[in-house]
């Protein structure tokens, strides 16, 4: 399988970014995927996820600000990001939630303060 994240860029404080991820492959549809983010220094953390039937979970970090959405027709997983924080800069990535896939480019996301 094949990632591609898209959508990322310069945004001030307060902004709103909206993520995509296209997947290859037929079996996207009955896997759950995530979005993970690397800031600068630091390790590959896990965002949220989403399970095939539609559940979604985040971390404390982004509850209430980020949302997690799928397109199975279209093998995409979306990431819609409001009320963004300097501490939100990182590269984010998707794959498969737990047992990775290989690991696309990822996209970065710069929040100025």
């Known amino acids: 399988v094949q990632l591609q994240a898209s959508g990322g860029g310069l945004v001030q404080a307060g902004g709103s970014l909206r993520l995509s991820c296209a997947a290859s492959?037929?079996?996207?549809?009955?896997?759950?995927m995530a979005w993970y983010r690397q800031a600068p220094g630091k390790h590959r953390e896990l965002v949220a996820a989403?399970?095939?039937?539609?559940?979604?979970n985040y971390v404390g970090a982004v509850k209430g600000r980020f949302t997690i959405s799928r397109d199975n027709a279209k093998n995409t997983v979306y990431l819609q990001m409001n009320s963004l924080k300097p501490e939100d800069t990182a590269v984010y990535y998707c794959?498969?939630?737990?047992?990775?896939?290989?690991w696309g480019q990822g996209t970065q996301v710069t929040v100025s303060s």
């Open positions: 492959g037929s079996i996207f549809s009955i896997n759950a």
């Open positions: 989403i399970d095939s039937g539609g559940t979604t």
């Open positions: 794959n498969r939630f737990l047992q990775n896939w290989n």
